[in-house]
């Protein structure tokens, strides 16, 4: 529930940048999008590797392996005395080329993830400090937009109470120069009356 209301107030801090802003972050939250799924996918072949090999490994584990040590020795004694490859010992023999060649595949992969793991916790870092940065320039908006604000209700208060003609004179240019201000950059960052 309060991930789900800080996405809200993230995609309300952002409609509220200007629209060159918004679309520079939305490109980077794609690519992120992208990058995301591309590491899923190397996360779900690595997770089946993986698979395969904590099988080798438990039959590794198990007694059979003392056992395919000696078929392995029995089978080259056989073509060292006979001078030829049976068929079965060939297909074992290819077996054993395609274990290894998924082994290495199984660590190139590896590498990749490891790869990807660390570009995906960089860009998570960029992102949160992106979004630090949004939320930092939202709350600076705001405490200036307010101390405009607070600027007004003073000058009002000295227009509408003012004795001498000249100092209220004086109050209401003042005023109408931070009215601009105000609402030139209320314009500026996309606000509209009544918001912040």
């Known amino acids: 529930m309060s991930k789900m209301i800080s996405?809200?107030?993230?995609?309300?801090?952002i409609q509220q940048?200007?629209?060159?802003?918004?679309?520079?972050?939305?490109?980077?939250?794609?690519m992120l999008e992208d990058e995301i799924e591309a590491a899923k996918q190397v996360a779900e072949r690595h997770l089946k590797k993986e698979i395969q090999l904590k099988k080798q490994l438990d039959y590794l584990r198990s007694g059979e392996y003392l056992n395919q040590l000696r078929?392995?020795?029995?089978?080259?004694?056989?073509?060292?005395?006979?001078?030829?490859?049976?068929?079965?010992?060939?297909?074992?023999?290819d077996m054993t080329h395609r274990n290894t060649e998924?082994?290495?595949?199984?660590?190139?992969?590896?590498?990749?993830?490891?790869?990807v793991r660390k570009k995906y916790e960089f860009e998570a870092k960029n992102r949160d400090r992106v979004y630090k940065m949004l939320r930092r320039k939202d709350g600076q908006q705001k405490d200036f937009i307010e101390w405009l604000e607070d600027k007004l209700v003073v000058l009002n208060n000295i227009v509408a109470t003012?004795?001498?003609?000249?100092?209220?004179h004086h109050a209401l240019i003042r005023r109408t120069a931070f009215e601009e201000v105000l609402s030139k950059y209320k314009e500026i960052i996309g606000v509209k009356d009544g918001e912040i």
């Open 7 to 13: 996405e809200m107030n993230l995609i309300s801090v």
């Open 17 to 30: 940048l200007p629209k060159e802003d918004i679309d520079v972050v939305q490109g980077y939250v794609e």
């Open 71 to 93: 078929f392995e020795r029995d089978m080259l004694q056989h073509v060292v005395d006979n001078g030829e490859v049976s068929k079965v010992d060939k297909e074992f023999i």
């Open 102 to 115: 998924l082994l290495e595949e199984n660590q190139e992969l590896k590498k990749q993830l490891e790869t």
């Open 162 to 168: 003012e004795e001498y003609e000249d100092n209220r």
